[in-house]
Nanobody, 124 residues
Framework: QVQLVESGGGLVQAGDSLRLSCEAS????????MGWFRQAPGKEREFVAA????????YYGDSVTGRITISRDNAKNTVYLQMNSLKPEETAGYYC?????????????????WGQGTQVTVSS
């Protein structure tokens, strides 16, 4: 089964940009649709973005539309999350997830494979 490792998190200031990466192994990456979710302490896991296995179709959460871009490079087995104009309330652990399907989903329960997460902290 696919293994996922996120990277790129860190401490940034409000308004800054950050790019997260999620590298997959132990599977045929191009068979998986991918998603990014985030979870802050004491809050439910929130959908951020998803991308189809070909990369041709993207979905975004309502709170991030216009500021965040999901992309993938199937040759590098990697999915990216480019985040711009970050806000302090977006401080959270960011997780990538995979599902063996053509299209992504906004529902966390539809992804059986998850990475360990990378922390993003946005200071005001």
């Amino acid at each position: 089964q696919v293994q996922l490792v996120e990277s790129g998190g860190g401490l940034v200031q409000a308004g800054d940009s950050l790019r997260l990466s999620c590298e997959a192994s132990e599977g045929t990456f191009s068979n998986y649709a991918m998603g990014w979710f985030r979870q802050a302490p004491g809050k439910e896991r929130e959908f951020v973005a998803a991308i189809s296995r070909s990369g041709g179709l993207q979905y975004y959460g309502d709170s991030v539309t216009g500021r965040i871009t999901i992309s993938r490079d199937n040759a590098k087995n990697t999915v990216y999350l480019q985040m711009n104009s970050l806000k302090p309330e977006e401080t959270a652990g960011y997780y990538c997830a995979a599902r063996l399907a053509g299209f992504g989903s906004k529902l966390a329960r539809e992804y059986p494979y998850w990475g360990q997460g990378t922390q993003v902290t946005v200071s005001s």
